[in-house]
């Protein structure tokens, strides 16, 4: 059974409807019909009228279906012994034998499928024998109580690209996480539960230790937004520290106060970032994984100019 445009015509006589709301109704209705949707079959033309006027489309949807189920239910009542009339599709299991000469692969083909998955872990296993002749960078994780829930789900983003740009790059830095306690800090049980869900290794260091335990206090700088020095240059001896945090609401010097804390020196990078759409003015700090970005660009023997290229596409980043 299917719908004719001719049969419900006459409604458009009456001009609540236009044929081109009549046109997409019918089509809609043989078209869930063909797929063995629950539609009525039957539909009378004060019912089509009236599906047609509702406003949203989903409301319509509710509407067939409230009457497929009135029209089934008259239909087993006079025929109780017949088979039921929608019958849902039967999904039948397929393997990837079945889709080969779709695409023209073969037992033979030359290209072999590699999973995702796979993938990264390959470029782990060549990440692996350069971290320890890698740069090194600790991320301080001891700005929970500065950060709002919106702003740590921000940052469990921001780890996760962070990881993924330094699987990815030829020159990778050697990450240290510190400075989180492994039972109460939502950093903690965000990096436990990365680490509890890999199949290998994970490959950089984890401590709930501060930075200036791990390493000499000479050889620690403390990378912010206002550092009493300039970044020039990166020194295979010293050992950077970026603050695992996620900013909204801009406050000032939150990083160099840890870093004074700390007593250790602090350094900012000679640019200036801003959003495209914002004044030059309203400068911005840059996020976890722009920092990893650039110090990787930088220990590769990369210039300033060209490891702050193509940072972001809404973020501007200028010297």
């Not at 510190?178 to 950089?204: G, Q």
């Not at 700088?221 to 603050?243: F, H, K």
Request: with cysteine; hydrophobic share 35%.
């Amino acid at each position: 059974m299917s719908y004719n445009y001719h049969d419900y015509g006459h409604l458009l006589e009456k001009g609540t409807i236009s044929k081109q709301q009549l046109r997409a109704m019918v089509y809609y209705l043989n078209r869930e019909i063909r797929k063995g949707r629950h539609v009525p079959r039957h539909l009378t033309p004060e019912l089509l009228e009236e599906v047609i006027q509702l406003p949203s489309l989903n409301k319509r949807r509710r509407f067939l279906q409230f009457y497929a189920g009135k029209e089934y239910k008259e239909y087993r009542k006079q025929n109780p012994r017949s088979q039921p009339v929608y019958d849902k599709p039967i999904i039948e299991p397929w393997t990837s034998t079945d889709v080969l000469p779709r695409y023209g692969l073969f037992a033979n083909c030359i290209f072999p499928r590699i999973e995702e998955r796979k993938l990264y872990m390959v470029l782990e296993k060549l990440m692996l024998p350069r971290l320890p002749f890698a740069q090194r960078v600790a991320v301080d994780f001891s700005f929970d109580d500065l950060m709002s829930p919106r702003e740590m789900r921000k940052l469990s983003v921001d780890m996760k690209l962070m990881f993924a740009a330094n699987r990815w790059t030829t020159s990778p830095v050697n990450l240290h996480l510190c400075s989180f306690d492994p039972e109460t800090s939502f950093s903690a049980r965000l990096v436990t539960n990365m680490v509890a869900a890999r199949k290998l290794a994970f490959p950089y260091e984890l401590s709930p230790k501060p930075v200036t335990e791990l390493f000499p206090r000479e050889n620690i700088v403390y990378l912010s937004p206002e550092g009493e020095g300039v970044l020039d240059n990166l020194d295979e001896d010293v050992i950077y520290v970026i603050g695992a945090l996620v900013d909204k609401t801009n406050l000032p010097g939150v990083s160099a106060r840890r870093a004074r804390e700390l007593g250790v020196r602090s350094m900012r990078f000679p640019t200036s970032a801003c959003l495209r759409w914002e004044e030059k003015g309203d400068e911005r700090p840059l996020h976890l994984t722009h920092c990893v970005q650039i110090l990787s660009k930088l220990s590769s023997g990369c210039p300033w100019e060209e490891a702050i290229r193509g940072l972001d596409d809404f973020l501007t980043v200028e010297l």
